[in-house]
């Protein structure tokens, strides 16, 4: 009993830390954007990143906790760790922002400049990066209830129904990312155009929202991808690979030969010159025997 009060007393003072760290990460996240000018918003990013380090310590903490059988009321420190992941995701944005210095005249010069298709492909990237990221997050917090329910089968108690549940959760996500890296490859390959990607972005986005509220209507993960043919478009992107590799290796050779002499026609001529050296060579064999 004494263990358990220090252990509740642990976690409450982490809490506390938690709530006063985020705090003080929302003072200096206000102070970055009312920045006025570039080394400032620089400077404060820096201690910003600082913030985000310690939360994210106390979040492993408050992730090994949420894990352990020993916690009853797991509630509190599943809010901390939403709350913490939440304020991640704002410090990915701001940094994000402050290194494409995106308020200097440079980042909106070079914003003007940039083909509307290139734009278009790094907004359907951001959002594949970003959805893989919240796909994962949700896949940490079913593994924690997972390691919770098997701590506590092994108590003796019966395997719990919710096991299978977070298992086939766990099993949905990873298919998703599979074919959510896919995507993003074909993109940045060009065999998939960014409108294609827009299709998808609504049925991506409901799945992350009501993939537990909603289980069984989640059931079959391809048929949110099959209209996309993802598998064709890798198999011809990597045959254009292919190709294209071969053809550099033939225009590299042939740039070889050149520097060496060795054209077609001189590699002919010269073959004949070899020959009738040889010839030399073997007449005077001749005579010496």
Same mark, same amino acid.
């Given at each position: 009993?004494?263990?358990?009060?220090?252990?509740?007393?642990?976690?409450?003072?982490?809490?506390?830390?938690?709530?006063?760290?985020?705090?003080?990460?929302?003072?200096?996240?206000?102070?970055?954007?009312?920045?006025?000018?570039?080394?400032?918003?620089?400077?404060?990013?820096?201690?910003?990143?600082?913030?985000?380090?310690?939360?994210?310590?106390?979040?492993?903490?408050?992730?090994?906790?949420?894990?352990?059988?020993?916690?009853?009321?797991?509630?509190?420190?599943?809010?901390?760790?939403?709350?913490?992941?939440?304020?991640?995701?704002?410090?990915?944005?701001?940094?994000?922002?402050?290194?494409?210095?995106?308020?200097?005249?440079?980042?909106?010069?070079?914003?003007?400049?940039?083909?509307?298709?290139?734009?278009?492909?790094?907004?359907?990237?951001?959002?594949?990066?970003?959805?893989?990221?919240?796909?994962?997050?949700?896949?940490?917090?079913?593994?924690?209830?997972?390691?919770?329910?098997?701590?506590?089968?092994?108590?003796?108690?019966?395997?719990?129904?919710?096991?299978?549940?977070?298992?086939?959760?766990?099993?949905?996500?990873?298919?998703?990312?599979?074919?959510? #890296? *896919?995507? @993003?490859?074909?993109? /940045?390959?060009? %065999?998939?155009?960014? +409108?294609? =990607?827009?299709?998808?972005?609504?049925?991506?986005?409901?799945?992350?929202?009501?993939?537990?509220?909603?289980?069984?209507?989640?059931?079959?993960?391809?048929?949110?991808?099959? #209209? *996309?043919? @993802?598998?064709?478009? /890798?198999?011809? %992107?990597?045959?254009? +690979?292919? =190709?294209?590799?071969?053809?550099?290796?033939?225009?590299?050779?042939?740039?070889?030969?050149?520097?060496?002499?060795?054209?077609?026609?001189?590699?002919?001529?010269?073959?004949?010159?070899?020959?009738?050296?040889?010839?030399?060579?073997?007449?005077?064999?001749?005579?010496?025997?």
């Amino acid at each position: 009993m004494g263990d358990r009060r220090k252990l509740q007393a642990e976690i409450d003072r982490t809490l506390k830390k938690i709530e006063e760290g985020v705090e003080v990460f929302d003072r200096i996240f206000n102070k970055v954007q009312d920045a006025e000018n570039q080394n400032q918003k620089e400077k404060y990013e820096a201690d910003l990143k600082k913030e985000i380090k310690k939360l994210q310590r106390y979040r492993d903490q408050v992730k090994t906790w949420a894990g352990s059988n020993e916690i009853k009321d797991k509630g509190p420190l599943l809010e901390a760790r939403k709350t913490i992941e939440r304020e991640m995701e704002r410090f990915k944005v701001c940094e994000k922002e402050t290194k494409t210095k995106a308020f200097s005249k440079e980042g909106l010069s070079l914003q003007s400049r940039k083909d509307p298709r290139e734009k278009a492909r790094d907004e359907a990237r951001d959002w594949l990066n970003d959805s893989v990221d919240k796909l994962n997050g949700q896949i940490e917090e079913f593994e924690a209830e997972v390691e919770g329910l098997l701590n506590e089968k092994k108590k003796g108690k019966n395997r719990p129904p919710q096991l299978g549940h977070l298992e086939e959760s766990i099993s949905r996500h990873q298919q998703h990312i599979q074919r959510l #890296e *896919l995507v @993003l490859r074909l993109v /940045d390959n060009e %065999a998939l155009n960014p +409108e294609d =990607v827009n299709d998808l972005k609504d049925l991506v986005d409901d799945y992350l929202e009501r993939n537990q509220e909603d289980f069984d209507e989640f059931g079959e993960v391809e048929e949110m991808y099959a #209209e *996309l043919n @993802l598998d064709e478009l /890798d198999i011809a %992107a990597m045959a254009h +690979e292919v =190709v294209h590799e071969k053809s550099k290796s033939s225009d590299k050779t042939a740039e070889d030969d050149d520097e060496l002499g060795l054209s077609s026609g001189g590699s002919v001529s010269g073959g004949a010159g070899s020959g009738g050296g040889g010839g030399g060579g073997g007449g005077s064999k001749g005579g010496g025997c």
